[in-house]
């Protein structure tokens, strides 16, 4: 798993009602090669310690198998994982190891040096909130059924023994689901695309007031789901060149849910060829550098190719021609990248710790009530606006949706 740098700082009070522990090695300008001690923070460890670090264990085992190539001895540790959090082997503990297994699939993947291009160790600390503030849940069988309620519905429907959905975030309780049966690597892309759906959702009002004022919100639904997917996938792409470049012959192409995106000799494959640029690369490197080329015909054609994918998976109906809005979408400030990196440099400097921590009370605060981009969405249901988006299909038992933000596993063409 991944070894992220660190120096010591004193624990604070705000510290506690957020983590567990004391913020120990939380900077990481000295860049020492010292982990962070992700695990003694997710709520639970003081009671759980011992099945917590059992599972972790499991889990950079099973990161070190799979990255290896042996798939074999992979999937056999997955399945000591999964029976590990059953929640009759461990009755007591099972929310705690669940928050492990989510904190943990974000940490897996291949060190790397520090600094400010890929901020996997402020995402694994804004994981690690979001599990101890109980906003991540496994999908189960179990639970789309209930979704579900006796009803032919997208939380049950199946094609080639996958799920077709893989992921939601449901804006209105601020709550993000995720398959059970997603393995390790895939979880950690599905889980990194629907935070940047929470992202959006609560902080992007300014980012779609224009769509909002125009009652175009199937537009910001689009760039919505563009941008998530688009993040999700160079997250994973990302531990794929980092373990490229140590010698690694694994080809997660062949392996990740959402590199369907980076297929071999497909169009974000050869954008990205373009650029030349070396991991781990930051999002809006990438996605600058291609801004500036987008009226290039050659890159054009690549974007669009990436726009229609997206597009179908998400919409029944494409409509119009290639619209590249929703890729390069007015507003600068729009992924969860921005928050990250605002994160890392406010953790970065020691005058500025406090203030890092008002910044993701911020965040506990905002989990607790539907945010106005959320209001704007079940509007433009209402009014017949999404009938054909694949988030508008997933009624609750109430009959209402709420979901400002789904992944449907792209993998199953459908």
């Known amino acids: 798993m991944a070894v992220v740098s660190g120096a010591d700082l004193t624990g604070t009070g705000s510290w506690s009602r957020l983590f567990e522990g004391v913020p120990s090695g939380i900077r990481d300008d000295n860049l020492r090669g010292t982990p962070l001690p992700f695990l003694k923070w997710i709520r639970g460890y003081p009671r759980c310690q011992k099945e917590m670090e059992s599972l972790w264990a499991s889990l950079a085992d099973y990161d070190q198998k799979f990255r290896a190539g042996d798939e074999k001895s992979a999937e056999k540790i997955y399945s000591q994982i999964f029976r590990s959090m059953d929640a009759t082997s461990s009755p007591s503990c099972a929310d705690a190891l669940r928050r492990t297994y989510y904190v943990g699939a974000v940490s897996m993947g291949p060190s790397y040096k520090g600094g400010d291009g890929f901020y996997r160790d402020d995402l694994v600390l804004m994981v690690i909130l979001l599990a101890n503030k109980n906003v991540i849940h496994f999908l189960t069988p179990e639970l789309r059924h209930k979704m579900a309620d006796g009803k032919k519905s997208l939380w049950t429907a199946q094609k080639n023994g996958d799920y077709l959905l893989s992921g939601v975030y449901r804006c209105q309780n601020s709550q993000i689901y995720l398959s059970s049966s997603l393995r390790p690597f895939n979880l950690a892309a599905s889980l990194a695309h629907e935070i940047d759906h929470l992202y959006r959702d609560k902080t992007g009002f300014r980012f779609m007031w224009d769509w ?188 209402h949706t709420g979901n400002s933000g789904v992944k449907p596993c792209l993998r199953v063409k459908y």
């Open 212 to 399: 909002i004022n125009n009652k175009d919100v199937r537009s910001f639904v689009i760039s919505d789901e563009i941008l998530a997917s688009l993040y999700g996938a160079l997250y994973q792409r990302n531990l794929f060149l980092l373990d490229k470049e140590s010698g690694s012959t694994v080809d997660y192409t062949t392996q990740g849910d959402e590199f369907n995106l980076f297929q071999k000799n497909g169009p974000l494959s050869q954008l990205m060829d373009f650029t030349h640029l070396r991991p781990p690369i930051p999002f809006f490197e990438f996605h600058g550098l291609i801004a500036q080329k987008k009226n290039d015909p050659w890159v054009k054609g690549k974007l669009c190719e990436v726009d229609k994918t997206i597009r179908a998976g998400y919409f029944a109906q494409i409509k119009g021609s290639c619209n590249l809005e929703g890729i390069f979408p007015k507003s600068t400030w729009f992924t969860t990248e921005s928050y990250i990196s605002q994160l890392r440099r406010l953790r970065r400097d020691p005058g500025q710790f406090n203030n890092y921590l008002l910044e993701l009370e911020t965040w506990e605060e905002a989990l607790v009530r539907p945010s106005p981009v959320c209001s704007a969405m079940i509007e433009a249901e209402d009014r017949g606006d999404l009938k054909d988006y694949i988030g508008s299909q997933l009624e609750d038992q109430g009959g």
